[in-house]
């Protein structure tokens, strides 16, 4: 006896099956113990259940993983994204002290509590589109008081909104103010007083470090990398977003589970993703808000086997977004990914990125039941509908969560 019996519904499993979205038609799929105990077509069922639940057509997915977010943050950048409309750059602004700094000024002040209702406010709201795992990374806070606030706060939203969440200190986002003019001293105490304080209270599931001219260079992230791993922490990297700093080769040297980011992406660098198994984690809607024209180089990604997944970036400088399946069109739309790949992307290849991939992606027996329950035709309508609200419910870990826009 299982504890609950879907049928009556289609499951895009994401399973490598050799079928167009690993799907199975007429399927039914059991959950035991929070886990999956059965995925299948449901003539093939031959154990009974607790509960049996019609799902009346709807298709199945495994639920949606969002694997790289800045989603704990206070106040927003409306301000500043005006100013980009007028003509200013993300690098003059964030030279000028706005920028990301704006935010961990905003985020210092911020209680615990209150950033604890603002992300899980934010949170709810990807929730209703079919995430069940999300990444968040510290790195508004730069001092270890205010970056743990963050951490802390990333785990207690996640609980609110009922969705599994990993955590990446991201320490090495910014140089905070206090250290503009010593970025030594800053990377010392990153290194050898945070990062082991980080690994020891386990409050972060991996270490981020953003290579770019404005925030740290190539050796400076390999530092924070050595440091990162010494302390049996994996990395990933903000790499190659505006320009080519050699970032996904370090990354790759580093077994790096993902680099993000990579509109300038070199030859060298999609090579060393490929040879370490790194995944390229794209970020659509961060390229659409800051009107970027230099696309990542997909077909070369695609011809190297290198893993793509697509990410919101959700965060209130270069990304105000809450919709993953509107990210699944956008990379679509802008990165000409097929709508199977951009749903691999959030599912199957948004495990592998945050190490998770024997527990969750797949619609796979053993695997932990997550589920989104959608109102669709065929799978990719996932991708194709633009400000949708598709998903009928979720499970996470095998209980159900209706979706507030559906509650009958
Ligand atoms: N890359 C990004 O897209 C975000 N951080 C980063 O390193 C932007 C963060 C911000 O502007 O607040
Ligand atoms: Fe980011």
Redesign the pocket.
Known sequence: MWDTLLIDCHAATMAKTGERFGAIRDAAIGIDRGRLAFVGASASVKTGAREIHSLKGAWVTPGLIDCHT?AVFAGN?AQEWAMRLQGASYEEIAKAGG??LS?VKATRAASLEALVASTASRLLKMAEHGVTTVEIKS??GLDLENETKMLVAAERAGKIANIHVSRSFLGA?ALPPEFAHDRKAYLDRLCAEDIPKIAQQRLADSVDA?C?TI?FTKDECRRVFEAARSHGLPVRL?AE?RSDQGGAQLAAEHGALSAD?LEHLSEEGIAALARAGTVAVL?PA?YYFLRDTNPPPIAALRKAGVPIAIAS?C?????PMLSLTDVLNMGCTLFRLTPEEALQGVTRHAAKALGLEKEVGTLEAGKVADLAVWDIGDPAELAYWIGAHLMIERYVSGQLVRNAWRAE
């Open positions: 800045h950048r920028g990301i935010t790195g508004y986002h953003f770019e925030a903000h977003q980011h970020l961060a970036d965060n209130p400088g270069t990304s």
